[in-house]
């Protein structure tokens, strides 16, 4: 992780503020969510406890950061913490606003919040990973298991994710093209915002210190 910045900070709460509020578009256009969401909202369904879907998941972040220290602590930085605590009050509130203004959207504006979905949360991604202060707290698991030589991250990545899924859908969570395209696909788009976007604008702050 890098040296502390407020540019570095800015970055990452962009990322995870987009990142959350794209999940409420996902949840609305109602093709799946990402699979660690289709994972969390399995379990809130299946022992909320009558908790918040934002309260339930800061707490399951809290259960997977506890694994995570006992693993390795290297990935654990201040965007893990902003991501822990944020993400998933800020999903109830998008999801809120969505379900108030479109109560029932038709088929094409649910088309359309998927791709929306798919483009925000991919634009975010780049932020937040190039800001380089920490990774999620599910993050972590699969490149810890890749720096232990288990395998290559993409393949362990891919085998979490369907995990995630197998999990969500199991509970009840709609599994759907969205799930899929955030499984297999977001990386390439992803790459496309970091190098054109995310990127440019961290070395332009760099420049100008």
Known sequence: MKK????RVGMTLFGVILAAISVGFFKKADFGVDPFQSFAMGLWGK?????SYGTFYMLLN??????DFMLDRHYIGLAT?????????????????LNLTVPQPGMVLRVLFMIIGIVAMCFASAF????????????AIPLFLAARKIGKFRY?????????????FSCGVTIG???????FFMGPLIDVFNVHCAQPFLRKGSSES
Request: aromatic content about 10%; proline content about 0%; overall charge negative.
């Open 4 to 7: 502390i910045s407020a540019r």
């Open 156 to 168: 362990i990545r891919i085998i979490s994710d369907m995990i995630c899924v197998a999990v969500g």
């Open 177 to 183: 093209v969205g799930t899929v395209v955030t499984a």
């Open 62 to 67: 809290l259960v997977i950061l506890a694994v």
């Open 47 to 51: 022992i909320g406890f009558g908790l």
């Open 81 to 97: 913490f902003i991501n822990m605590f944020l993400v998933g009050y800020i999903v109830d509130a998008s999801t809120a606003v």
């Open 128 to 139: 937040y990973y190039t800001s380089d202060l920490g990774v999620s707290t599910y993050d």
